[in-house]
């Protein structure tokens, strides 16, 4: 089944929002960004989620001893890491791991072999514009595989025609400005969803 991850979540009632309509994870960022967040922020947020809902927490080039000191206490389940953080970097944490990958050619994607993490999320090079999907036909990839990088409500259902990935990674295409997520567009996105479910 196709999975939702909605990122960059900065207030409660987004976090509500995108799981009465369907999220199955949220992501909240804790590095250089205009949707970032602080630890007593995000724990407030995490600790009215109900059940069955996937915390993710975002972070680049920062020291193991701070994602740490983060994650437990803000009660994140899995660690998202979009930097220049090596494979051996990536196996130091209990929790689970998701590496992302810029995407601008077909050889960027030979790097997944090197990380032997939970899932690769495969990200475009450009803040909020899509990298070229076709790069991904025939992708035989053993790790689950994330989808990111400039999805919205118009481009999703031609993006997962060209790839059906384990899962999916939204935020400034259904943001009504960063930090503050769009009802409406994010409605949209997840009924898109729903036909590949």
């Known amino acids: 089944m196709l999975r939702v991850k909605v990122c960059g979540i ?13 999220a199955d ?23 009215k989620l109900p059940p069955f809902i996937t915390t993710v ?4 080039n920062e020291r193991r001893e701070v994602v740490e000191e983060i994650a437990n206490e803000c009660g994140l389940d899995a ?3 979009h930097g220049e953080e090596t494979p051996d970097y990536c196996k130091q944490f209990r929790k689970k791991v998701i590496k992302a990958f810029k995407i601008r050619i077909k050889e960027d994607l030979e790097g997944l072999r090197h990380y032997d993490v939970s899932a690769h ?11 070229d999907w076709d790069l991904l036909i025939g992708l035989s990839e053993r790790k689950p595989i994330i989808l990111a990088g ?6 999703i259902s031609f993006a997962l025609s060209k790839f059906l ?8 295409g259904v943001e009504e400005y960063p930090g503050k997520k769009d009802r409406e567009k994010l409605k949209k996105f997840m009924e898109v969803i729903k036909k590949w479910r």
Request: proline share 7%; with cysteine.
């Open 165 to 172: 990935p384990y899962a999916v990674d939204v935020s400034s």
């Open 57 to 60: 927490g975002v972070f680049v």
């Open 79 to 81: 660690l998202q890491f």
């Open 150 to 155: 400039g999805l919205n409500p118009d481009n």
């Open 121 to 131: 999320l495969l990200d475009s090079p450009v803040r909020g514009t899509p990298f």
């Open 10 to 22: 900065t207030n409660l009632e987004d976090a509500l929002v995108a799981v009465e309509l369907g």
């Open 25 to 47: 994870a949220l992501g909240f960022i804790f590095a250089d960004s205009p949707r970032r967040i602080d630890c007593e922020k995000a724990r407030e947020i995490i600790s």
